[in-house]
């Protein structure tokens, strides 16, 4: 009898593990992106070019559960301002020789109606990690030319800047800030399923 149960045991942990649909990121379909208010008044849009990151999920459709691992290299920031782009990469703000990647690992993606999501997990950029969570609208799913399944993804957020030590900042004359505290992210990823071996 002990032997049955655990034979079912070891089959119920064996096609939950084949269950589980990995997924890589399309970058050449994704994007991932920034924005901050720059005195006061106005706004500053920014992109990361190099990112990679691991997804799986129950099956095509269900997220829920989802895992999901995102990388991103903070030396790849471009806000289409060379001087700009070079202070963002120093000891001011992501400091990119010291810390050369922001790392997002989930916790949790739980489904809150229709396609919307909470997608909870641990962000690490510089020598901080902190818990965020992200609101996360599922696209749907469709098969392309060549027989590959994709799923696709809208990501996004807010983060305090001050939280991860990016201290730097400039005061106005009247006193408001050069740079938001506040930073909203938000990505859009296309994912392609990875084919069985």
Do not use: C
Request: charged letters at 30%.
């Amino acid at each position: 009898m002990k032997t049955a149960r655990l034979m079912a045991l070891v089959a119920l942990f064996s096609a939950a593990t084949f269950a589980q649909v990995n997924w890589g990121v399309d970058k050449s379909h994704s994007n991932v992106m920034f924005n901050v208010t720059h005195m006061v008044i106005s706004e500053v849009t920014g992109f990361f070019k190099a990112y990679d990151g691991k997804f799986s999920s129950k099956s095509d459709a269900d997220w829920n559960g989802a895992q999901i691992d995102f990388t991103i290299e903070t030396k790849s920031i471009f806000t289409d301002n060379e001087k700009r782009d070079d202070h963002l990469r120093s000891d001011d703000f992501f400091n990119a020789e010291k810390y050369p990647s922001i790392v997002f690992k989930s916790k949790s993606m739980k489904k809150e109606s229709g396609n919307k999501y909470k997608l909870t997990g641990d962000l690490t950029i510089r020598d901080v990690t902190k818990q965020v969570t992200l609101d996360v609208d599922f696209k749907g799913n469709v098969k392309d030319g060549w027989g590959n399944e994709r799923a696709a993804f809208r990501i996004k957020g807010s983060v305090n800047r001050l939280d991860f030590n990016f201290k730097w900042n400039a005061l106005l004359e009247t006193g408001g800030a050069v740079v938001g505290k506040d930073v909203e992210i938000a990505a859009n990823i296309q994912l392609i399923k990875e084919k069985k071996k």
